[in-house]
């Protein structure tokens, strides 16, 4: 075989790969939209699920006609003009492949053209079709918001979309003269047809000046046609001021309204000018003033711009208040409208009242809910004493509130969920992975004010099969759908499910849920090849009954049905207390960095400038049922996507009544509210201006690192509130300060979710902030010493966070303090408690003593070898201690008491 054959069949071989794998991708495509349509139609989503594939549908099928019949129409007059202009006569047999080219040329150029821009316009567009009213207009153009939030970026994204065709057309026009003359001399080669005037000079007449002008007609219509839309662009432009960074505060400034506005409107008219001025002076010939079209518009925007400069260097800077005061008013109006701080409620909080032990005791249940364990070292905790095996993790801990028992508690909850990475090498099967090793199993909880004499966490909610201390009950704890899992499994398989290990046996299942899409006929090829596991198609313990579960990972699952929502990153589990089953509660948020002269700032890797929590998701930890829940009707954005997908949101009053109560404002959003507040409490432009009232995150000492302090839960009775409630704290200092100014506070229960209140500190006093209290710890003639001694006996000594909790017109703080050993398998132990109030500082072994401590009261204790006792008495001994620590004047409750002990003793 010569070389030139090896050389087709090496082409042939090629084009047949590149064939397998354009069938193979296609395949893979149409497979995973089958399926997909599948998954969301199963999940009650499918009108979700088709509103893209409607409008992308509606938006590539005419504007690919259009690009390809209009691009080869073009082409074609293209050809027609570059035959005329080198004299070559027409002949149908040599055009043909042309003709054959250009039509299969301009359909994948349509199609993909449409595609990119499908993909990046089809959500702009519902929006700007289902655009909402926020009500409020901007100060300078007299706009409502809707239209910088919804109708511009749709004009943008058109705008960029269409000059991005232009500019491929002119390169389409270049390759397409290449091309055709290569084309055409093969075809001369082949052709006794084919006929030339004065064919010797061919290529001198091709590089007359008849291609030439014909080259000079395309650009001019090209020109004319690009000017016309930058025209349109430097119109926008104006608009666009609205988020300008040129001044002190974001927003269009005085030199961008005197100045930069006057020269988008001077440019947008003069291009619009100049686009028929170009176009004229190429189609007559008039080099000179074709050149001076974009020398006169560049001459314009330098002109523009070097005013702008001078106007602001000489005018507003040695000025700079008085000229920029009207801007910094709107900046800091839109900005605080835009992050939901505009109605933020600002009290005073005197600190006049000195506290006294009748408060704490008549505060008892804020007392009761002190948190004095972190989630951090409790996490570690968790995986080590209720992980039972190494394949089940604790990914993360929350707060939250539940009436257990009657009482009002604050408790840390955690999901025991299987990690599927931890089982050992060997288990790594196919079948453990997707069949087996399906769910995690069960909860913990633990109140945050209670820990065992070792120091370890008291268990309201433990082991395998759940095992309660309390009212609580779980009557689902299988886990198949959480924060962990990465990979789809098999149900109703011939293989029993691994259900929890019982001694040196483990207990299987069978799952009952409604989850999963069956796998039956078809269904298991497609699933086959969109998992591409060929295990999956074989396998004999698979069978028609089987069903494939999807999406498992929360996180996932809810960005899978709604990707245009921005989601907390922390899902919290909830025990349902109505029906025992579990579920996963997400915060999802709808943002925009398009609110004019909102400030702009980073939330997930994302600028924003507004945003709403305004949907609540919740997703069964057992059979992944995803339902959104509209929780702000106010928000606009939220409302245009409730009209765009008919089938997504459910409205606030269908939420399940047994999660109601732990609704909790998100700390992502609370922490991106506070980042805000520090500079936008401030309604004066001048007190603003000048930076004299900016206030800092305050400051703590966590483990062993100074660290802005953590936004915290805490349970407390507001001033104006007659009963405890979840509250979302933070403190504040002033800038570069340690003392406290202030407290921000979220509220969590009932109708009063969501409202946001400042308690303003006497600006007379000092009050401690959380940096000044570590200091004096860290000075303590007592506490510090002992700090050090622990660490020369192999420990490490382990600082918690600092709550700050306001108790009647006074404030305490509260750190816990671990111990960890030197170890790698050492537990991080809660040892003792540190208690500040005014100038007194305390560290005991628990929060009541170091209270008493505090407030100089006597307590009582038992001393008896508890070893010896039964878990009764000592119940009842904690008990009588409670009595009588709390009142010394409530004796027929401790005569009762002591009653049941005797007879307990006597027994014994």
Same mark, same amino acid.
Do not use: C
């Given at each position: 075989?010569?070389?030139?054959?090896s050389n087709?069949?090496s082409m042939?071989?090629?084009g047949g790969?590149?064939?397998?794998g354009?069938?193979?991708?296609?395949l893979?495509?149409?497979?995973?939209?089958?399926?997909?349509?599948?998954w969301f139609?199963f999940?009650?989503?499918?009108?979700?699920?088709?509103?893209k594939v409607k409008?992308?549908?509606?938006?590539?099928?005419p504007l690919t006609?259009?690009?390809?019949?209009?691009?080869?129409?073009?082409?074609?007059?293209?050809?027609r003009?570059?035959?005329?202009?080198?004299h070559?006569?027409? /002949?149908?047999?040599a055009d043909k492949?042309?003709?054959?080219?250009?039509?299969?040329?301009t359909?994948?150029f349509?199609?993909f053209?449409s595609?990119?821009?499908s993909?990046?316009?089809?959500?702009?567009?519902?929006?700007?079709l289902?655009h909402?009213?926020?009500?409020?207009?901007d100060p300078?153009?007299?706009?409502?918001?809707?239209?910088?939030?919804?109708k511009?970026?749709?004009?943008?994204q058109?705008?960029?979309?269409?000059?991005?065709?232009?500019?491929?057309?002119?390169?389409?026009t270049?390759?397409?003269?290449?091309?055709?003359?290569?084309?055409?001399h093969?075809?001369?080669?082949?052709?006794?047809?084919?006929?030339y005037?004065?064919p010797?000079?061919?290529?001198?007449?091709?590089?007359?000046?008849e291609?030439?002008k014909a080259a000079?007609?395309?650009?001019?219509?090209l020109?004319?046609?690009?000017?016309?839309?930058?025209s349109?662009?430097?119109?926008?432009k104006?608009?666009?001021?609205?988020?300008?960074?040129?001044?002190?505060a974001?927003?269009?400034?005085?030199?961008d309204?005197h100045v930069t506005?006057i020269?988008?409107?001077?440019?947008?008219?003069?291009?619009?000018?100049?686009?028929?001025?170009?176009?004229?002076?190429?189609l007559k010939g008039?080099?000179?003033?074709?050149i001076?079209?974009?020398?006169?518009?560049?001459s314009?925007?330098?002109i523009?711009?070097i005013?702008?400069?001078?106007?602001?260097?000489?005018?507003?800077e040695?000025d700079?208040?008085?000229?920029?005061?009207?801007?910094?008013?709107y900046?800091?109006?839109?900005?605080?409208?835009?992050?939901g701080?505009?109605e933020?409620?600002?009290?005073?909080?005197?600190?006049?009242?000195?506290?006294?032990?009748?408060?704490?005791?008549?505060?008892?249940?804020?007392?009761?809910?002190?948190?004095?364990?972190?989630?951090r070292p409790?996490q570690?905790?968790?995986?080590?004493?209720?992980?039972?095996?190494?394949?089940y993790?604790?990914q993360g801990?929350?707060?939250?509130?539940?009436?257990?028992?009657?009482?009002?508690?604050q408790?840390?909850?955690?999901?025991r969920?299987l990690?599927?990475? /931890?089982?050992?090498?060997?288990?790594?099967?196919?079948?453990n992975?997707?069949?087996?090793?399906?769910?995690?199993?069960?909860?913990?909880?633990?109140p945050?004010?209670?820990v065992?004499?070792?120091?370890q966490?008291?268990?309201?909610?433990?082991?395998?099969?759940?095992?309660?201390e309390?009212?609580l009950v779980?009557?689902r704890?299988?886990?198949?759908?959480?924060?962990l899992?990465?990979?789809?499994v098999?149900?109703n398989?011939?293989?029993?499910?691994?259900?929890?290990?019982?001694?040196?046996?483990?207990?299987?299942t069978r799952?009952?849920?409604?989850?999963?899409?069956?796998?039956?006929g078809f269904n298991?090829?497609?699933f086959?090849?969109?998992e591409?596991?060929?295990?999956l198609?074989v396998?004999?313990v698979?069978?028609?009954?089987s069903?494939?579960?999807?999406y498992?990972?929360?996180?996932?699952?809810?960005?899978?049905?709604?990707?245009?929502?921005e989601?907390?990153?922390n899902p919290?589990?909830?025990?349902?207390?109505?029906?025992?089953?579990?579920?996963?509660?997400?915060?999802?948020?709808?943002?925009?960095?398009y609110?004019?002269?909102?400030?702009?700032?980073?939330?997930?890797?994302?600028?924003?400038?507004?945003?709403?929590n305004s949907?609540?998701?919740v997703?069964?930890?057992?059979?992944?049922?995803?339902?959104?829940?509209i929780?702000?009707?106010?928000?606009p954005?939220t409302?245009a996507y409730?009209?765009i997908f008919?089938?997504?949101?459910?409205?606030?009053?269908?939420?399940?009544?047994?999660?109601k109560?732990?609704?909790?404002?998100?700390?992502?959003?609370?922490?991106?509210?506070?980042?805000?507040?520090?500079?936008?409490?401030?309604d004066?432009?001048?007190?603003?201006y000048?930076?004299?009232d900016?206030?800092?995150?305050?400051?703590?000492?966590?483990?062993?690192l100074?660290?802005?302090?953590?936004?915290?839960?805490?349970?407390?009775?507001?001033?104006?509130s007659?009963?405890?409630e979840?509250?979302l704290i933070?403190p504040?200092?002033?800038k570069?300060?340690?003392n406290m100014?202030s407290?921000?506070?979220?509220?969590?229960?009932?109708? /009063?979710?969501?409202?946001?209140?400042?308690y303003k500190f006497p600006k007379?006093?000092?009050i401690?902030?959380?940096?000044?209290?570590?200091?004096r710890?860290?000075?303590?003639s007592?506490?510090?010493?002992q700090f050090?001694?622990w660490g020369?006996?192999?420990?490490?000594?382990?600082?918690?966070?600092m709550?700050?909790?306001?108790?009647?017109?006074?404030?305490l703080?509260i750190?816990?303090?671990?111990?960890e050993?030197? /170890?790698?398998?050492?537990?991080?132990?809660m040892?003792?408690v540190?208690?500040?109030y005014?100038?007194?500082?305390?560290m005991?072994?628990?929060?009541?003593?170091?209270l008493r401590?505090?407030?100089?009261?006597?307590?009582f204790?038992i001393?008896i070898?508890?070893?010896e006792?039964?878990p009764?008495?000592?119940r009842?001994?904690?008990?009588l201690?409670?009595?009588f620590?709390?009142?010394?004047?409530?004796m027929e409750?401790?005569e009762s008491?002591?009653?049941?002990?005797n007879?307990?003793?006597?027994?014994?």
């Open positions: 075989m010569d070389q030139r054959k087709q069949w042939v071989g090629f790969l590149l064939l397998i354009f069938l193979f991708s296609g893979k495509s149409l497979t995973d939209f089958i399926t997909n349509y599948q139609k999940n009650s989503y499918i009108q979700t699920f088709l509103v409008t992308e549908v509606l938006i590539i099928v006609l259009l690009i390809a019949i209009g691009l080869f129409v073009y082409l074609k007059q293209l050809k003009q570059y035959y005329h202009a080198a070559i006569f027409y /002949n149908a047999n492949n042309i003709h054959r080219a250009m039509i299969a040329f359909s994948i349509g199609f053209v595609l990119i821009i993909n990046s316009i089809w959500i702009k567009l519902r929006l700007f289902s909402e009213v926020f009500g409020i207009k300078i153009f007299n706009k409502d918001i809707g239209f910088y939030v919804f511009l970026p749709f004009y943008e058109v705008l960029a979309s269409l000059i991005m065709i232009m500019f491929l057309l002119v390169f389409v270049i390759i397409f003269f290449i091309i055709i003359m290569t084309i055409r093969a075809a001369e080669n082949k052709s006794a047809d084919i006929h005037i004065n010797q000079q061919r290529l001198a007449e091709v590089l007359r000046n291609v030439t000079v007609k395309r650009v001019a219509y020109g004319l046609i690009t000017l016309l839309l930058f349109f662009r430097y119109y926008l104006g608009y666009e001021l609205m988020y300008s960074t040129r001044g002190v974001y927003g269009a400034s005085y030199t309204i506005l020269l988008y409107r001077v440019l947008s008219v003069a291009t619009l000018i100049s686009s028929g001025l170009f176009a004229f002076a190429l008039k080099t000179k003033l074709a001076a079209v974009p020398v006169v518009l560049v314009i925007g330098i523009g711009s005013t702008a400069l001078i106007v602001q260097q000489l005018i507003v040695p700079e208040i008085n000229k920029e005061k009207e801007y910094l008013e900046n800091i109006e839109h900005t605080q409208q835009a992050f701080l505009e933020v409620k600002k009290e005073d909080f005197l600190l006049e009242q000195t506290l006294t032990w009748e408060d704490i005791l008549e505060n008892d249940n804020t007392i009761k809910n002190i948190r004095i364990n972190d989630a409790l570690q905790t968790y995986n080590q004493i209720q992980g039972i095996r190494l394949y993790s604790f801990l929350d707060l939250d509130r539940y009436v257990i028992d009657g009482e009002y508690r408790v840390f909850i955690s999901a969920e990690n599927q990475e /931890n089982l050992s090498e060997q288990a790594k099967t196919w079948i992975k997707h069949l087996k090793y399906t769910h995690g199993y069960g909860i913990v909880m633990s945050v004010n209670e065992t004499e070792e120091g966490p008291k268990l309201l909610l433990k082991n395998i099969p759940p095992v309660s309390s009212s779980v009557n704890p299988e886990i198949y759908f959480g924060e899992p990465d990979r789809y098999v149900v398989t011939n293989e029993d499910e691994f259900d929890y290990p019982s001694g040196s046996d483990n207990k299987t799952y009952e849920g409604d989850a999963g899409l069956s796998l039956n298991r090829l497609l086959s090849i969109r591409s596991s060929m295990k198609f396998s004999s698979v069978t028609d009954e069903k494939i579960i999807l498992r990972n929360i996180q996932d699952r809810v960005k899978k049905i709604a990707p245009f929502l989601y907390d990153q919290y589990m909830v025990l349902n207390q109505e029906d025992g089953h579990l579920y996963w509660i997400i915060d999802a948020y709808t943002t925009s960095r609110y004019p002269y909102s400030q702009l700032t980073t939330f997930k890797n994302k600028p924003v400038n507004y945003i709403r949907v609540k998701v997703v069964d930890a057992y059979d992944g049922t995803t339902d959104f829940y929780i702000d009707e106010d928000d954005i409302s409730d009209d008919t089938d997504l949101f459910k409205p606030m009053e269908d939420f399940p009544t047994g999660l109560a732990h609704i909790k404002y998100p700390q992502d959003f609370f922490n991106l509210q506070s980042s805000v507040y520090r500079s936008y409490h401030v004066n432009p001048e007190v603003f000048n930076g004299e900016v206030w800092d995150i305050a400051n703590e000492k966590y483990i062993d100074d660290q802005p302090i953590e936004s915290n839960y805490v349970m407390f009775k507001l001033p104006d007659e009963t405890e979840f509250a933070v504040y200092t002033p570069e300060k340690a100014t407290l921000f506070v979220a509220r969590n229960d009932g109708d /009063n979710y969501g409202k946001l209140y400042i007379d006093k000092t401690q902030g959380p940096m000044m209290i570590e200091s710890i860290d000075q303590d007592t506490i510090s010493p050090t001694l020369q006996e192999g420990s490490n000594v382990l600082r918690g966070n709550i700050v909790v306001p108790v009647e017109d006074s404030l703080y750190e816990p303090i671990y111990l050993a030197n /170890n790698p398998n050492s537990l991080p132990e040892k003792r540190i208690v500040a005014n100038d007194t500082i305390v005991e072994e628990n929060l009541d003593t170091a401590k505090v407030f100089d009261q006597s307590t204790t001393d070898d508890a070893s006792l039964s009764e008495v000592k009842l001994i904690q008990e201690t409670l009595l620590n709390d009142t010394k004047s409530n409750e401790i008491v002591l009653n049941q002990l007879q307990i003793l006597e027994g014994n």
